[in-house]
């Protein structure tokens, strides 16, 4: 921290924990109101410890720097305000000071916020030394936590952990003239976590919008800490220009500090640590005019746009509010170690068409030891000048953009820092921009590559600062009960619920039709009854504006129960796929369950299916029972991983009980694992008493696809209609088995390497009714007939 920042505090300190003989001390809202209008012009009011429920509390008045109005607790994080409680801060400095919005459940659109109303604003006020945890708000309002109007406003030393509802926790406002070059400052706050809301809207910070993006803030975001903030793809939102991002630490974090819109924006002397968590990112760039320099990114496990630098493609003559082409942007003396990717031209499709123009990547310096890609270029990177900038890694590399070294490294506090054995490093040329001092702000003495002088002793500031309040909140998440939402049918009536629900909530759907607007992501683990006195039905909106992929993803860690659903893809821009796990490469296991589903019409062929994993994902459980998949180009696929990737697989186990697939292009499952020894463990497929009737109709169609799968079971089900199919079952190892199954008008299962094969039927099932497959009094797929156990389905 620096000393001019430490005497503040200090100072600060005293000022908010001295008590004068004017104070007034006051224990309700009455006796508040009654004091505030006594102080009018400075002075400080003491609110005595307890809980202060329902509270909408006005700290307002007109003071001075040397005379403010101070609202403070009586002892710093014991005045709890709870239940619907709020604070509006307006007028001329003042000061709120030690409170704990805390557990509460507001129906406001704020917890915090620097105005009384659209006329009166705050400026150079502070709110201070406080926490908000896990306060909630009313269904269907989306909120922050803190809106801050007006100018020179500082919100400092706070702790902001547990936001859950949509809507940014911290919101800097430029709609209209008494806004604009605000110069607020967000400092030495600490973040804590924020999960996943499965849409946009869940940033940790916002400047700006997009709408008066084009406008100058001015806002300095400097010394936070951002630990496990997960919200949405950008922790921090830049949408306004001039603004300065510097000293701030990215703990874990899944996403990104993104210039998304504006100009003109100092990233400087941040430090990113991903500790390998899947989908941590570093900093988007999109726009004109910005410096990235001198930041330390470590150990980011996320690619394309969660990428260490990921600089965007742009759209030609862009609306505000789609992407701006980067021009003129200056990317220096950055040290990337052990991350993914970093990606040139991110995007790039026939919209965003503009490749970065002007801009410079110099002097920065990138390792790993993984041997993985340093860089994607997804579009031309003609208009970048590189110049240079090293690589420590034995991953190939374009000798244009980037050269090879090998770098002397040496450990301070576990930070790698290059030693002064790596002359190369100061061989680099400085630019017109190139930073004077390193990201410890030393001098840099000789100039050197990367954020940090050779023989550096000196820890950088985003890891020294003090972030939080002066107080220690033992912050415990809610105990949550589970609870039963209902949902009607309509339009986007299911995003709603699903931003909502808690850990352990059952959604019950009327009958009817759901049409979707947008993907929707399951962060919780929840269940999804369909009606069961008329089909519930999942559609994509007629017409919507931009179609997606996927009906439903599946976050790691967590489960999702379908009954009863209907999953519709009949569209002129058909979804690819159903049910989605959760992105690539997210290594924690996810669970889903489904019974009394129908999918069906997912006839999109260019990788589409029914329910898709993918690569570097893995399934604690996939279980189908009682279902349909219906005319529909696959069924289900998880074959996920590299070729090279020995051993991998996507699902500890799959269990496919009485179900139909009919009318499937190619397979209906292809499950695999890619292994030298077919019977060491690994995997488990377990189909009984289904039909699969026309799948994998051609010659070396497949039913079922489960190369390397160390125990698959197979029984009391019926194969037909896939005439042209050679081989529809082919299994092989010793806990492979394949019995008491029907084959008709199909061909022929094959067994090798131990596998066996128990009392196969190859004749006609007998329909007594063709459509709903139940079998004739003379089928041999009754026990009756075939000694063993009932083949086909189980009528329900």
Same mark, same amino acid.
């Given at each position: 921290?620096?000393?001019?920042?430490?005497?503040?505090?200090?100072?600060?300190?005293?000022?908010?924990? !001295?008590?004068?003989?004017?104070?007034?001390?006051?224990?309700?809202?009455?006796?508040?109101?009654?004091?505030?209008?006594?102080?009018?012009?400075?002075?400080?009011?003491?609110?005595?410890?307890?809980?202060?429920?329902?509270?909408?509390?006005? @700290?307002?008045?007109?003071?001075?720097?040397?005379?403010?109005?101070?609202?403070? @607790?009586?002892?710093?994080?014991?005045?709890?305000?709870?239940?619907?409680?709020?604070?509006?801060?307006?007028?001329?400095?003042?000061?709120?000071?030690?409170?704990?919005?805390?557990?509460?459940?507001?129906?406001?659109?704020?917890?915090?916020?620097?105005?009384?109303?659209?006329?009166?604003?705050?400026?150079?006020?502070?709110?201070?030394?406080?926490?908000?945890?896990?306060?909630?708000?009313?269904?269907?309002?989306?909120?922050?936590?803190?809106?801050?109007?007006?100018?020179?406003?500082?919100?400092?030393?706070?702790?902001?952990?547990?936001?859950?509802?949509?809507?940014?926790?911290?919101?800097?406002?430029?709609?209209?003239?008494?806004?604009?070059?605000?110069?607020?400052?967000?400092?030495?706050?600490?973040?804590?976590?924020?999960?996943?809301?499965?849409?946009?809207?869940?940033?940790?910070?916002?400047?700006?919008?997009?709408?008066?993006?084009?406008?100058?803030?001015?806002?300095?975001?400097?010394?936070?800490?951002?630990?496990?903030?997960?919200?949405?793809?950008?922790?921090?939102?830049?949408?306004?220009?001039?603004?300065?991002?510097?000293?701030?630490?990215?703990?874990?974090?899944?996403?990104?500090?993104?210039?998304?819109?504006?100009?003109?924006?100092?990233?400087?002397?941040?430090?990113?640590?991903?500790?390998?968590?899947?989908?941590?990112?570093?900093?988007?760039?999109?726009?004109?005019?910005?410096?990235?320099?001198?930041?330390?990114?470590?150990?980011?496990?996320?690619?394309?746009?969660?990428?260490?630098?990921?600089?965007?493609?742009?759209?030609?003559?862009?609306?505000?509010?789609?992407?701006?082409?980067?021009?003129?942007?200056?990317?220096?003396?950055?040290?990337?170690?052990?991350?993914?990717?970093?990606?040139?031209?991110?995007?790039?499709?026939?919209?965003?068409?503009?490749?970065?123009?002007?801009?410079?990547?110099?002097?920065?310096?990138?390792?790993?030891?993984?041997?993985?890609?340093?860089?994607?270029?997804?579009?031309?990177?003609?208009?970048?000048?590189?110049?240079?900038?090293?690589?420590?890694?034995?991953?190939?590399?374009?000798?244009?953009?980037?050269?090879?070294?090998?770098?002397?490294?040496?450990?301070?506090?576990?930070?790698?820092?290059?030693?002064?054995?790596?002359?190369?490093?100061?061989?680099?040329?400085?630019?017109?921009?190139?930073?004077?001092?390193?990201?410890?702000?030393?001098?840099?003495?000789?100039?050197?590559?990367?954020?940090?002088?050779?023989?550096?002793?000196?820890?950088?500031?985003?890891?020294? @600062?003090?972030?939080?309040?002066?107080?220690?909140?033992?912050?415990?998440?809610?105990?949550?009960?589970?609870?039963?939402?209902?949902?009607?049918?309509?339009?986007?009536?299911?995003?709603?619920?699903?931003?909502?629900?808690?850990?352990?909530?059952?959604?019950?759907?009327?009958?009817?039709?759901?049409?979707?607007?947008?993907?929707?992501?399951?962060?919780?683990?929840?269940?999804?009854?369909?009606?069961?006195?008329?089909? !519930?039905?999942?559609?994509?909106?007629?017409?919507?504006?931009?179609?997606?992929?996927?009906?439903?993803?599946?976050?790691?860690?967590?489960?999702?129960?379908?009954?009863?659903?209907?999953?519709?893809?009949?569209?002129?821009?058909?979804?690819?796929? @159903?049910?989605?796990?959760?992105?690539?490469?997210?290594?924690?296991?996810?669970?889903?369950?489904?019974?009394?589903?129908?999918?069906?019409?997912?006839?999109?062929?260019?990788?589409?299916?029914?329910?898709?994993?993918?690569?570097?994902?893995?399934?604690?459980?996939?279980?189908?029972?009682? !279902?349909?998949?219906?005319?529909?180009?696959?069924?289900?696929?998880?074959?996920?991983?590299?070729?090279?990737?020995?051993?991998?697989?996507?699902?500890?186990?799959?269990?496919?009980?009485?179900?139909?697939?009919?009318?499937?292009?190619?397979?209906?499952?292809?499950?695999?694992?890619?292994?030298?020894?077919?019977?060491?463990?690994?995997?488990?497929?377990?189909?009984?008493? !289904?039909?699969?009737?026309?799948?994998?109709?051609?010659?070396?169609?497949?039913?079922?696809?489960?190369?390397?799968?160390?125990?698959?079971?197979?029984?009391?089900?019926?194969?037909?209609?896939?005439?042209?199919?050679?081989?529809?079952?082919?299994?092989?190892?010793?806990?492979?088995?394949?019995?008491?199954?029907?084959?008709?008008?199909?061909?022929?299962?094959?067994?090798?390497?131990?596998?066996?094969?128990?009392?196969?039927?190859?004749?006609?099932?007998?329909?007594?009714?063709?459509?709903?497959?139940?079998?004739?009094?003379?089928?041999?797929?009754?026990?009756?007939?075939?000694?063993?156990?009932?083949?086909?389905?189980?009528?329900?």
């Amino acid at each position: 921290m620096k000393t001019t920042h430490l005497l503040l505090f200090i100072s600060t300190f005293f000022i908010l924990n !001295s008590t004068k003989a004017q104070d007034i001390t006051v224990s309700n809202l009455t006796e508040y109101n009654t004091a505030i209008s006594k102080i009018s012009n400075g002075g400080t009011i003491i609110l005595k410890n307890g809980e202060w429920k329902d509270t909408n509390l006005l @700290a307002h008045g007109n003071g001075t720097k040397e005379n403010p109005i101070i609202i403070k @607790a009586e002892t710093p994080g014991e005045v709890i305000f709870s239940g619907d409680s709020s604070l509006s801060i307006y007028g001329n400095y003042v000061i709120v000071s030690g409170l704990w919005f805390k557990d509460g459940n507001s129906t406001s659109k704020h917890v915090v916020q620097f105005r009384k109303n659209s006329k009166e604003f705050a400026n150079n006020c502070r709110f201070t030394n406080s926490t908000i945890s896990y306060f909630g708000v009313t269904d269907g309002i989306k909120n922050h936590w803190v809106d801050i109007w007006g100018k020179n406003n500082r919100v400092d030393h706070n702790n902001f952990t547990g936001k859950t509802s949509a809507g940014t926790t911290v919101v800097v406002w430029l709609k209209g003239k008494e806004h604009i070059e605000n110069n607020h400052q967000i400092d030495h706050n600490y973040f804590g976590t924020r999960p996943d809301l499965g849409e946009n809207g869940g940033e940790t910070i916002r400047i700006g919008t997009s709408a008066n993006s084009m406008k100058s803030s001015k806002t300095i975001v400097e010394s936070n800490t951002f630990k496990q903030c997960d919200g949405e793809i950008e922790i921090i939102s830049n949408k306004s220009g001039d603004n300065i991002f510097r000293n701030n630490l990215f703990i874990e974090s899944k996403g990104t500090l993104t210039l998304r819109h504006g100009n003109n924006a100092l990233v400087e002397n941040n430090v990113f640590l991903g500790n390998s968590v899947s989908k941590t990112g570093g900093i988007r760039i999109i726009n004109e005019g910005h410096i990235v320099r001198n930041n330390l990114l470590i150990g980011l496990a996320g690619d394309d746009y969660r990428g260490p630098i990921v600089i965007m493609n742009g759209v030609p003559n862009s609306p505000l509010n789609r992407y701006n082409q980067v021009k003129n942007v200056d990317i220096q003396n950055n040290t990337i170690i052990n991350c993914g990717p970093m990606t040139f031209g991110g995007g790039k499709n026939e919209e965003l068409s503009l490749p970065p123009i002007n801009t410079v990547f110099a002097n920065n310096l990138i390792t790993n030891t993984n041997a993985g890609k340093i860089a994607e270029y997804v579009d031309s990177v003609d208009g970048i000048t590189f110049s240079g900038n090293i690589v420590d890694s034995e991953a190939m590399v374009n000798p244009q953009y980037f050269t090879k070294t090998s770098i002397d490294w040496t450990l301070l506090k576990s930070l790698p820092i290059p030693t002064e054995n790596n002359l190369i490093l100061s061989r680099v040329s400085r630019t017109n921009k190139s930073p004077n001092k390193d990201i410890t702000n030393t001098t840099r003495d000789p100039y050197v590559a990367g954020a940090f002088n050779l023989n550096n002793t000196n820890i950088p500031m985003a890891l020294k @600062a003090r972030t939080g309040p002066g107080w220690k909140p033992n912050i415990v998440a809610p105990v949550t009960k589970a609870g039963d939402l209902i949902v009607d049918p309509g339009i986007g009536t299911l995003s709603k619920v699903f931003s909502r629900a808690k850990d352990g909530d059952v959604i019950t759907l009327k009958p009817g039709i759901y049409e979707f607007n947008k993907s929707l992501k399951v962060n919780k683990n929840i269940t999804v009854l369909g009606a069961s006195e008329g089909p !519930s039905v999942f559609k994509m909106q007629d017409d919507i504006e931009k179609p997606f992929n996927y009906f439903i993803r599946i976050n790691e860690g967590v489960s999702l129960i379908l009954k009863n659903i209907t999953f519709d893809a009949t569209h002129n821009s058909s979804p690819k796929y @159903a049910v989605v796990s959760p992105e690539k490469l997210e290594s924690k296991m996810y669970a889903l369950n489904a019974e009394n589903c129908t999918f069906k019409n997912f006839t999109t062929e260019n990788g589409g299916s029914i329910f898709k994993a993918y690569e570097g994902t893995l399934a604690s459980n996939l279980t189908f029972k009682n !279902s349909k998949f219906l005319n529909s180009y696959r069924g289900l696929n998880l074959s996920s991983y590299k070729k090279d990737e020995y051993g991998r697989y996507s699902a500890l186990e799959i269990i496919i009980d009485n179900c139909i697939f009919k009318d499937i292009k190619e397979f209906a499952v292809n499950y695999t694992r890619n292994v030298l020894d077919i019977n060491s463990e690994g995997g488990k497929l377990v189909v009984t008493n !289904s039909v699969f009737d026309k799948v994998g109709n051609e010659e070396k169609g497949k039913s079922l696809i489960t190369n390397g799968i160390n125990e698959v079971t197979i029984k009391n089900s019926v194969f037909i209609n896939s005439y042209k199919s050679e081989i529809p079952v082919n299994i092989k190892g010793l806990k492979n088995i394949i019995s008491n199954c029907l084959f008709d008008d199909n061909g022929y299962p094959k067994v090798t390497k131990g596998a066996k094969e128990e009392h196969m039927i190859y004749k006609n099932p007998k329909w007594d009714d063709k459509d709903n497959y139940i079998p004739g009094k003379k089928s041999p797929l009754l026990k009756k007939n075939n000694d063993i156990e009932l083949i086909g389905l189980i009528q329900q």
